[in-house]
């Protein structure tokens, strides 16, 4: 056979996307086919990659069972292919966290998707991921039959979820993977590929990921397997860090297609070529200089430079009009000018040549997204997702579309991500507020809000759909913050709000928050008009619930009449309120008399706010309380009665020996804690006493439950009830005891994990480890690495000056110093680079 008439080599590519997405670009420059027959996705660890290749060659099948946590969603269909086998196999080995469950190596990245609701919260997933080996099972097991995200799952799921194990593959058990994958592949079918060796925010490189690149470079010599390492690569004068990753070079998972392509020729250059099919030296030529131009055309489009790069690519086609790179940036320059259509059919086109590529959907997404196909858009982006695409663009487009289709839970997921990413989209923040109204309870209301107000990104849009998802979940302290915001504003949403409302409870904060901006002068004369028209309408309702002779109806004019005396104390409102107040109370003693709980109880829940005012009503309802064994409203009642009240001898004996009935030791440990700033109304011997054994046996109690919770594993849970607990042990020294056990094994849990101290979701815990200690030497230094890590170098520059002013100054901390304050004067002036 002639030069001309070889057939194309054959390449497979095993790993991530670092290695599959440049081989599919490289195949029209290189004279070779790539082979994806029955390649199910993408793999990390060594044992992923043999199990890969173990599947393709028909060696093994896959369960049911744990596919959708191996196989890539858009290649379900790899079941029905064969794989002839190829020429040449490049295996990427870039991980040594090896995810097991039911014999089989699962994917992180698709687990962690499909699951996406348990590891949402990065407290219950730390938790899992500690527990979640064969030592701890019973732990983890008893761990997640207490959680409720776990109780909701299927039986399917939940027993996956018991069965899975992480495991850190050491040395040796990467040997011996990578000889099996070799006498599988053959020797001189098999090259080996590392991980980057590429430097964090801080200058260092990940120590773990430094030690597994040694050790696959190592293994490799010793079995005589080429092995490539781009870190020398990047190291060129030509390349550096920033040209080959993405995001200017901080992101340390990432190859930019420039840099991609590059390896890819040095992998032909020097291994392919020289051992399989000889070296073109023409054509590497013209893929250098193309190479060259597809940079300097990257570089224009991320300068605006529209017409440079349009001049650039319509110049090359006119050359080449069916050449793929040269389509595919056509289609950004079409994306670029709004033409979508355009765009989107040269990205078909493109993709017909060389299949799917990171590249070629974020192209394909940004068309379908222009031309609100919303369906197709979130399946493209889901598939990038899975591609561990992760990052702004591809999760905004993925929550739009989800809004689009009604599909408000995974909106909801989808916003909260895009919003760690930039916390300061405000179209961002409202929308996944409003998400939220679609659950069924409002845990992820109150997070969202909170950390909404806590961003200062917050928009009037904001705070009026805060507004109104606090009144459907009944939160009465967020609908007093979001109601007092817009009252300030004077905004005409609040005086709707507040004309079709019917919740009592919430009547009675609106009263209370428009009296304190009435007593500021924050109301202008307009404004106070329009309030004016709402009080007579709420003395309305209090008259026409007045003249039914009933509890219910009494309590809710009783309501209506204290809200419109509080903030319009005319005389004739005030002789009906007291006219309500007297005929309601004679109207709970009937009721009770009559042992007409139910009607005693409903009545009391329209008022419960205003009993706190109303000592001698609240030792009756409490009273009713106990006789039905309601200790928690007994407690709760009296409690909040007592903090306005606290020398009634009769309702601190309720709330103490109510106390000892609650299950809840969160909830003993605050209630003792507000007693204890009443303590000194606790003056009879007999309730002194109590009061004194109570806080004794709740704080044994709490500090029981804080070892518990360690010894499982659940060392922010216990950290939290730690820190609640400084307020009422007096013995604080065993406090700090735990405290120190608990860093302990914070820190011995990262090191066998091989964990990068600074990472974004382990910011809020060191905060909470300050809490407790804000002089602690390894919680600032926690802190101080996150923040770093997060580009917040100001508040880095602070835990290092308060850890170089605990613990003495230090080279390393003085380094640290310095570079937060380096990089400070560059954002000063403009200079954003690291």
């Not at 794989?83 to 870039?94: F, G, L, Q």
């Not at 913050?481 to 504003?489: D, G, I, M, V, Y």
């Not at 914070?746 to 600074?758: E, N, Q, R, S």
């Not at 170098?793 to 901390?813: C, F, I, K």
Request: hydrophobic share 40%.
């Amino acid at each position: 056979m002639k030069p001309s008439e070889r057939l194309p080599l054959t390449l497979t590519p095993v790993g991530s996307c670092r290695i599959v997405n440049p081989i599919k670009r490289a195949q029209p420059y290189f004279h070779f086919q790539a082979n994806f027959k029955r390649v199910y996705g993408f793999t990390h660890t060594s044992s992923e990659a043999l199990q890969q290749i173990r599947f393709m060659l028909g060696m093994t099948d896959i369960p049911e069972r744990v596919r959708p946590f191996i196989f890539r969603p858009a290649i379900r269909d790899t079941l029905s292919e064969q794989h002839t086998p190829s020429d040449v196999y490049i295996v990427e080995i870039s991980s040594q966290k090896k995810i097991m469950a039911y014999g089989c190596c699962l994917q992180i990245n698709y687990l962690t998707r499909y699951f996406s609701d348990f590891f949402s919260q990065p407290e219950r997933a730390r938790i899992y991921w500690s527990l979640a080996t064969p030592e701890q099972a019973q732990k983890r097991d008893a761990y997640l039959n207490e959680d409720p995200c776990f109780a909701g799952l299927s039986v399917d799921d939940k027993a996956l979820l018991k069965s899975l194990h992480v495991e850190q593959m050491d040395e040796h058990a990467i040997d011996a993977d990578m000889q099996e994958i070799v006498r599988i592949l053959g020797r001189d079918n098999v090259i080996f590929m590392t991980h980057i060796d590429a430097l964090t925010q801080t200058g260092n490189v990940i120590p773990s990921r430094s030690r597994l690149i040694h050790h696959v470079e190592n293994i490799a010599s010793r079995m005589g397997i080429p092995c490539i390492n781009p870190t020398h690569l990047m190291a060129t004068s030509t390349m550096g860090q920033k040209r080959a990753l993405e995001k200017n070079g901080d992101d340390l998972t990432h190859y930019t297609d420039f840099f991609g392509d590059t390896i890819v020729a040095a992998l032909f250059k020097t291994v392919i070529h020289g051992r399989i099919n000889p070296v073109d030296d023409t054509l590497q030529a013209k893929q250098d200089q193309m190479s060259l131009l597809v940079s300097d055309i990257h570089q224009w489009l991320a300068n605006d430079d529209i017409v440079a790069a349009s001049q650039a690519v319509f110049c090359a086609l006119r050359e080449q009009p069916h050449d793929p790179t040269w389509v595919q940036l056509r289609a950004v320059i079409f994306n670029r000018l709004g033409h979508y259509e355009q765009a989107y059919q040269d990205i078909v086109d493109v993709e017909t040549h060389i299949g799917m590529t990171d590249s070629t959907l974020r192209c394909r997404l940004k068309a379908l997204s222009g031309l609100k196909h919303w369906q197709d858009a979130l399946s493209t982006a889901e598939i990038m997702l899975s591609n561990e695409i992760d990052d702004e663009e591809v999760l905004t487009i993925a929550a739009q579309a989800s809004d689009a289709l009604g599909r408000f839970d995974v909106s909801w997921q989808y916003w909260k991500r895009v919003l760690q990413f930039n916390p300061s989209v405000h179209e961002g923040w409202v929308n996944c507020l409003r998400s939220t109204g679609y659950f069924a309870d409002d845990r992820a209301f109150v997070d969202t809000f909170y950390a909404g107000m806590a961003s200062r990104c917050v928009s009037v849009a904001f705070i009026e759909t805060g507004l109104s998802l606090a009144i459907a979940f009944h939160h009465e302290p967020i609908f007093t913050q979001a109601l007092t915001w817009l009252l300030q504003h004077q905004s005409d949403v609040a005086l709707t709000t507040l004309s079709d409302m019917t919740d009592t409870g919430l009547i009675i904060s609106a009263a209370s928050c428009i009296k304190n901006g009435s007593h500021h002068g924050a109301f202008s004369t307009a404004f106070k008009s329009q309030l004016h028209d709402l009080f007579v309408r709420w003395h309305a309702k209090a008259l026409e619930h007045h003249c039914v002779d009933d509890f219910v109806s009494l309590s809710t004019a009783l309501v209506y009449t204290y809200s419109a005396l509080t903030v319009y104390p005319h005389a004739g409102i005030s002789h009906v309120h007291h006219e309500v107040k007297s005929a309601w109370r004679q109207k709970l003693k009937a009721t009770c008399e009559d042992n007409d709980v139910d009607t005693m109880m409903a009545g009391a829940n329209i008022v419960w706010p205003l009993l706190e005012f109303d000592p001698v009503s609240t030792i009756t309802i409490a009273r009713v309380f106990v006789s039905r064994d309601a200790w928690k409203e007994a407690c709760r009642l009296s409690h909040m009665t007592l903090m306005r009240h606290p020398n009634i001898t009769s309702l601190q004996a309720i709330a103490l020996r109510s106390l000892r009935y609650i299950d809840d030791i969160h909830v003993q440990v605050d209630l003792i804690a507000d007693l204890m700033r009443i303590a000194h109304a606790f003056d009879t011997p007999s309730m002194n006493l109590l009061f004194e054994k109570e806080c004794k046996n709740v704080a044994t109690r709490a500090l029981k439950q804080v070892r518990q919770k360690r010894s499982e594993g659940r060392q922010d849970e216990a950290l939290s009830l730690l820190i609640k607990m400084k307020g009422i042990d007096p013995n604080i020294q065993r406090l700090v005891r735990e405290f120190k056990q608990i860093i302990k094994m914070c820190d011995d849990a990262m090191k066998d994990a091989g964990h990068v101290i600074a990472s974004y979701e382990n910011l809020a815990y060191a905060k909470k480890l300050l809490v407790f200690d804000n002089e602690n030497a390894y919680a600032l230094k926690y802190a101080a690495l996150n923040s770093m890590h997060l580009r917040e170098y100001e508040h880095a520059l602070d835990y290092w000056q308060r850890l170089e002013s605990v613990s003495g100054s230090t080279d390393a901390v003085s380094r640290q110093i310095h570079h937060c304050q380096s990089m400070l004067q560059k954002q000063g002036t403009g200079d954003h680079s690291t």
